[in-house]
């Protein structure tokens, strides 16, 4: 591998070999789990590339495959299980330069994968239109990184996952096959990019939905326990006639480490923290009161994203809860868990009442096939790996399904410990060498000259 005979190749793309600059992009927020921190610590690529266009990327690929390089792709860098990292050095392609919104025709923005997510939604606004699904790192994450890194966030309570059919309608991206090429992918043959941290293809461009503008309001309301606030978070995922884009419920002891929420907050309350629509407003107070909770707090949410002394809700929520905490205290780490559908709230007591002090629960609800269920981002004191593997080992004991945020694989990571096998036939395809985030899928076995490894 000749790093530098392949930068020689591609006078044409701009290139970073400053060490400190490097080093910084080769990072993500794996620092939120102690074993990541300990295995991907100190790891960085040799150099940067940063394209512009896809025929700048498609020359990368040709240089990458030329001369044995590996690639590893970033957007924003906001993922949090060292998607991100080079595990065997090489260039980081940094796609933010692609940052365009193309066109938009009949509810699908196409869109290019470096194009940061509140950026987008701004552009999108001037439309009447807006993205219908982010994650909490909005204001920093690119539109790529979300679909190749992430599997949902503000939005899923209406629209599921990333992989559910009709979140994701299309993309381009660039093979490193012997021959590399530019490819189209239209519906289910775009879901080879899903989650796949970069390693079936260079993402270029994406065709995702989108929907008419709503003006949401984020809602703060407070109930004297944990179990009172999930029944009633429970409820109001469940109505129909709710416009909404974000049910969270957090328990009492997570409220101190969220900035300014103890001064609206009354001790000792756990919060149901909401997204919706200006007419629903009055309708989820009086139903809160109904159910024995109090209105605490209500803002613009697009005015607290334009406001740089404001925070919006949201990043209160899914794994921003996570990062509010270290802020304060870098002693607990997290994990990710799905709660069954049936008996949802009977499961998140379960485990409460398992896990006691140990664990501050939060949950965040969501549609799954149809049905209202919730994702579960316990935060959790660190003791020892044993202990964290122990307490995995338990929520998945009671029917909780758990995407271990741990390890870096993606096969380690699924909740069913293995990929879909057209992910990997598309690596197959796409990728033999290897080349592209090599270590990330341990099933994958690179060619050499067209003889297995």
Same mark, same amino acid.
């Given at each position: 591998?000749?790093?530098?005979?392949?930068?020689?190749?591609?006078?044409?793309?701009?290139?970073? #070999?400053?060490?400190?600059?490097?080093?910084?992009?080769?990072?993500?927020?794996?620092?939120?789990?102690?074993?990541?921190?300990?295995?991907?610590?100190?790891?960085?690529?040799?150099?940067?590339?940063?394209?512009?266009?896809?025929?700048?990327?498609?020359?990368?690929?040709?240089?990458?495959?030329?001369?044995?390089?590996?690639?590893?792709?970033?957007?924003?860098?906001?993922?949090?299980?060292?998607?991100?990292?080079?595990?065997?050095?090489?260039?980081?392609?940094?796609?933010?330069?692609?940052?365009?919104?193309?066109?938009? +025709?009949?509810?699908?923005?196409?869109?290019?994968?470096?194009?940061?997510?509140?950026?987008?939604?701004?552009?999108?606004?001037?439309?009447?239109?807006?993205?219908?699904?982010?994650?909490? #790192?909005?204001?920093?994450?690119?539109?790529?990184?979300?679909?190749?890194?992430?599997?949902?966030?503000?939005?899923?309570?209406?629209?599921?996952?990333?992989?559910?059919?009709?979140?994701?309608?299309?993309?381009?991206?660039?093979?490193?096959?012997?021959?590399?090429?530019?490819?189209?992918?239209?519906?289910?043959? &775009?879901?080879?990019?899903?989650?796949?941290?970069?390693?079936?293809?260079?993402?270029?461009?994406?065709?995702?939905?989108?929907?008419?503008?709503?003006?949401?309001?984020?809602?703060?309301?407070?109930?004297?326990?944990?179990?009172?606030?999930?029944?009633?978070?429970?409820?109001?995922?469940?109505?129909?006639?709710?416009?909404?884009?974000?049910?969270?419920?957090?328990?009492?002891?997570?409220?101190?480490?969220?900035?300014?929420?103890?001064?609206?907050?009354?001790?000792?309350? &756990?919060?149901?923290?909401?997204?919706?629509?200006?007419? &629903?407003?009055?309708?989820?107070?009086?139903?809160?009161?109904?159910?024995?909770?109090?209105?605490?707090?209500?803002?613009?949410?697009?005015?607290?994203?334009?406001?740089?002394?404001?925070?919006?809700?949201?990043?209160?929520?899914?794994?921003?809860?996570?990062?509010?905490?270290?802020?304060?205290?870098?002693?607990?780490?997290?994990?990710?868990?799905?709660?069954?559908?049936?008996?949802?709230?009977?499961?998140?007591?379960?485990?409460?009442?398992?896990?006691?002090?140990?664990?501050?629960?939060?949950?965040?609800?969501?549609?799954?096939?149809?049905?209202?269920?919730?994702?579960?981002?316990?935060?959790?004191?660190?003791?020892?790996?044993?202990?964290?593997? +122990?307490?995995?080992?338990?929520?998945?004991?009671?029917?909780?399904?758990?995407?271990?945020?741990?390890?870096?694989?993606? +096969?380690?990571?699924?909740?069913?410990?293995?990929?879909?096998?057209?992910?990997?036939?598309?690596?197959?395809?796409?990728?033999?060498?290897?080349?592209?985030?090599?270590?990330?899928?341990?099933?994958?076995?690179?060619?050499?000259?067209?003889?297995?490894?």
């Amino acid at each position: 591998m000749s790093v530098e005979a392949f930068l020689r190749d591609l006078p044409q793309v701009t290139a970073q #070999t400053e060490p400190a600059i490097v080093k910084r992009k080769s990072r993500d927020f794996y620092w939120y789990s102690p074993a990541l921190k300990a295995r991907l610590h100190g790891l960085a690529a040799q150099a940067v590339v940063m394209p512009r266009t896809t025929a700048d990327v498609l020359a990368i690929a040709h240089a990458a495959r030329r001369h044995g390089v590996a690639l590893t792709v970033r957007g924003g860098g906001t993922g949090n299980y060292g998607q991100a990292v080079p595990l065997e050095q090489g260039v980081i392609v940094d796609m933010t330069d692609m940052n365009h919104l193309l066109k938009v +025709e009949n509810g699908v923005a196409r869109v290019q994968a470096g194009a940061n997510m509140l950026a987008l939604d701004r552009e999108l606004r001037q439309q009447g239109l807006e993205i219908r699904m982010f994650p909490s #790192t909005k204001r920093t994450a690119s539109v790529g990184g979300f679909y190749c890194g992430g599997s949902g966030g503000i939005g899923s309570i209406r629209w599921g996952g990333l992989n559910n059919p009709g979140n994701l309608l299309g993309g381009q991206l660039v093979t490193l096959a012997e021959q590399p090429v530019v490819e189209e992918l239209r519906g289910q043959d &775009a879901f080879c990019l899903l989650h796949a941290y970069g390693t079936t293809g260079i993402v270029t461009e994406l065709d995702i939905p989108v929907e008419p503008a709503i003006d949401w309001q984020d809602m703060v309301l407070g109930f004297a326990d944990f179990a009172a606030a999930a029944a009633f978070g429970r409820l109001l995922a469940l109505q129909p006639g709710i416009d909404r884009k974000l049910v969270s419920v957090v328990e009492a002891g997570l409220v101190p480490y969220f900035p300014h929420m103890p001064d609206v907050v009354p001790p000792g309350h &756990a919060i149901v923290i909401a997204m919706v629509a200006p007419a &629903a407003v009055t309708v989820v107070e009086e139903l809160a009161r109904l159910h024995n909770g109090s209105p605490c707090y209500r803002a613009a949410t697009h005015e607290a994203e334009d406001n740089p002394t404001q925070m919006p809700l949201y990043e209160l929520t899914w794994n921003h809860t996570t990062l509010q905490v270290l802020k304060k205290d870098k002693s607990f780490t997290y994990l990710q868990c799905l709660h069954p559908v049936h008996e949802t709230l009977a499961s998140v007591a379960t485990m409460a009442g398992l896990l006691g002090d140990e664990v501050m629960f939060h949950l965040e609800f969501m549609n799954i096939g149809g049905q209202i269920t919730c994702s579960g981002l316990p935060v959790i004191r660190f003791t020892t790996q044993e202990r964290l593997d +122990e307490i995995i080992a338990l929520f998945r004991a009671h029917g909780v399904n758990v995407a271990n945020p741990h390890v870096y694989t993606l +096969e380690e990571g699924s909740p069913h410990q293995k990929i879909p096998p057209a992910l990997l036939e598309a690596k197959k395809r796409n990728d033999p060498l290897g080349l592209l985030n090599p270590g990330k899928m341990r099933s994958f076995v690179p060619t050499r000259h067209g003889v297995q490894a």
